[in-house]
């Protein structure tokens, strides 16, 4: 099922697409939190709160945006929360220097970046299935298996300047509906780079 077909029919209420999007995305979501938490079974109980609180809230879901960074950004959201909760009862401080760690690795920007970066991922999926056929091909025989203008253009028996302009179209169509997402790949970066 495509994925904002998956998100309206959670957003209505379908317990079938809601089954589907949770055993495809339950042991990620686990996996993530596992990172932070440190703690198998707290991770699995927060995942188990963020598909119910994604299904208790499922009226808010945006069909238009990624479902999964939703999901990502409720079970972060709540992991931060009941690290400091958990801090507060066992009368640590949240100044303890492993809470305080946990809880500013999930807030830390790369982190919200790499939750950002499953609808960025996404919508290059839509890109690609926006370019048109001619185009699609050489520019995945360009970008994804590195062969020259001139190679293309002999593997596909079309010119040299056809298939500089078949990359100029695709490469304009990337930056006009990823401009929004600049933001992020520069915050990712600049961690990498860090």
Same mark, same amino acid.
């Given at each position: !099922?495509?994925?904002?077909?998956?998100?309206?029919?959670?957003?209505?209420?379908?317990?079938?697409?809601?089954?589907?999007?949770?055993?495809?995305?339950?042991?990620?979501?686990?996996?993530?939190?596992?990172?932070?938490?440190?703690?198998?079974? !707290?991770?699995?109980?927060?995942?188990?709160?963020?598909?119910?609180?994604?299904?208790?809230?499922?009226?808010?879901?945006?069909?238009?945006? =990624?479902?999964?960074?939703?999901?990502?950004?409720?079970?972060?959201?709540?992991?931060? =929360?009941?690290?400091?909760?958990?801090?507060?009862?066992?009368?640590?401080?949240?100044?303890?220097?492993?809470?305080?760690?946990?809880?500013?690795?999930?807030?830390?920007?790369?982190?919200?970046?790499?939750?950002?970066?499953?609808?960025?991922?996404?919508?290059?999926?839509?890109?690609?299935?926006?370019?048109?056929?001619?185009?699609?091909?050489?520019?995945? !025989?360009?970008?994804?298996?590195?062969?020259?203008?001139?190679?293309?253009?002999?593997?596909?028996?079309?010119?040299?300047?056809?298939?500089?302009?078949?990359?100029?179209?695709? +490469?304009?169509?990337?930056?006009?509906?990823?401009?929004?997402? +600049?933001?992020?790949?520069?915050?990712?970066?600049?961690?990498?780079?860090?």
């Amino acid at each position: !099922m495509e994925a904002n077909k998956l998100a309206e029919a959670i957003r209505q209420g379908d317990t079938l697409a809601y089954e589907i999007f949770f055993r495809a995305e339950y042991l990620n979501v686990v996996s993530f939190l596992s990172k932070y938490t440190k703690d198998r079974d !707290m991770a699995q109980d927060l995942a188990q709160d963020s598909f119910v609180q994604l299904w208790n809230t499922r009226d808010r879901i945006d069909s238009c945006k =990624n479902l999964r960074s939703y999901v990502f950004t409720i079970a972060r959201n709540l992991a931060i =929360n009941r690290l400091q909760r958990k801090a507060h009862k066992s009368r640590k401080s949240i100044e303890d220097p492993d809470v305080r760690l946990r809880v500013e690795a999930l807030a830390h920007p790369p982190v919200s970046a790499g939750i950002e970066g499953l609808e960025l991922s996404a919508l290059i999926g839509k890109v690609y299935a926006e370019l048109p056929d001619n185009i699609l091909r050489s520019f995945v !025989m360009s970008r994804e298996m590195g062969m020259t203008y001139r190679e293309i253009a002999r593997k596909r028996g079309i010119s040299q300047k056809s298939v500089e302009y078949h990359i100029k179209i695709a +490469l304009q169509l990337f930056r006009t509906r990823l401009k929004d997402y +600049l933001l992020v790949f520069v915050m990712v970066i600049g961690s990498l780079l860090k």
